[in-house]
């Protein structure tokens, strides 16, 4: 990809600034409608705010509680094409609304028999009253005491890195350049209006100019630190949103359903998602203040956070978790839109696309669950706006790379799609690869091989994050794994014990910001 990038000394028809979900399925829009594009990201695939979701593929319920019927219907169309380009990431995952108060059953079985009938035929499944026995059968562990039954009801879940590689995967065999620690710093313009974008190879140390018809910045909560490149002055876009959550061991909460507490304490939502064999518990958004870059690429779950969530949990089941329970912690910052901006060229349903007078197109706002409608909304206004030839988005109906039908949710290693032929190849092939990088996780050495050589990994963190989950299912085994990642990784890539070294203190420096203090 960095040859590819090199040896080209024309003028790209996009440059897409960002590698998280909306830079990823913009870059994959584009290409695939042929226009000539470049990626770049600054670190890694789904860094930030793209791999520290809640991990669920949702219309959102709770903006059908706010009204937002347009935002919920988009929302659900592109959760049921999700689950057909993507059959092996995205699944279908049963929810359970527990009624403690005699209102409850009624008020929240019409609103999610609404939002069955607003999904229509791209549906999961049809919610259902459940009688106290039948909850309980479903959620051992949720607490009895007053509880009157449950709605269930069906949304989406998925792996939120494990789909950005996927997508990045895509985009390149739709002939798109991609490229990880690739930071922009820079614009150049003719007559003041941008003409290509400046470009450090952190790897290497090699700095680029690439010209392009147009510049797409997606760069999530990073945004505005790319609109000051352009516009020093510029008034900030973003107001950052924390999420935090904490994972758990499985007996918490056995079975297959997860849980939606819709009002707590302070009126925010609360999940509980079986996710690879652990719990994810996380609530939704707290405004945080920053334009630190690091606590942008990495924020910090705070104490009352951790507290609160466990405090909250602990009314809807048996048994109270602790922070000795906590396998690891991890926050993700929502980049939300600051009202209406006075620059606005484009305002469309909770993201937002605005050009500034130098031509650079910013998108931002929206979720995992739309990124496929952000991406075609801000093609769209590329060709607008950049003088493209005009021509049709074609990813509604394109499968992403990997895809398979009937995947075994319950299968090692099934996340990787029809790529799983490749790895067991390569397993029969090196035996010493069967082998577990930790005894406490899933993941065998394979995958951090395979990662190397097919997925960009070029860091322990990537390996351990990303590639594979670890840090997030359970962050002191991770660290315990990160030295034989990086004797891994420098095998397959003739790195020094030096290197190896540097990557695991590295590794486990961040890694400990996961481990409940």
Known sequence: MLAEAEKFDGEWDIIVIGGGATGLGAALDASSRGFKTLLLEQFDFAKGTSSRSTKLVHGGVRYLQQGNIKLVMEALHERGTLRKNAPHLVKNQSFIVPNYKWWEGPYYGIGLKVYDWMAGKLGLGSSQFLSREETLTLAPTLDADGLRGSVMYHDGQFDDARLAIHLAWTAAEQDCTILNYAKVTGFSKKNRKIAGVKWLDTVNNKAYTSLAKVVINATGVFTDLVIKLDEPGNENMIAPSQGVHIVLDKEFLPGTAAILVPHTDDGRVLFAVPW??????????????????????????????????????????????????????????????????????????????????????????????????????????????????????????????GAKEDTDFDAPMYYYGSDIDAIRIMMANRKELQEKIHPGLPYLKVEIVWAVQSEMCITVEDALSRRTRALLLDAKAAIEAAPIVAKLISDETGRDSRWQDQQIDEFSSLARNYLPR
């Open 276 to 401: 690879h064999n652990k719990i994810i518990i996380g609530t939704t958004d707290t405004p945080v203040e920053s334009e630190d870059e690091m606590l942008l690429s990495e924020p910090l779950a705070t104490d009352e956070e951790i507290d609160f969530i466990l405090n909250q949990i602990a009314k809807y089941l048996t048994r109270n978790p602790t922070r000795k329970d906590i396998r690891s912690v991890f926050a993700g910052l929502r980049p939300l839109v600051k009202g209406d901006s006075k620059k606005t060229a484009e305002l469309s349903r909770d993201h937002l696309i605005n050009i500034s007078e130098s031509g650079l197109i910013t998108i931002t706002g929206g979720k995992w669950t739309t990124y496929r409608r952000m991406a075609e909304d801000v093609i769209d206004s590329a060709m607008r706006n950049g003088g493209l030839e005009n021509r049709r988005s074609v990813t509604a109906n394109l499968r992403l790379h």
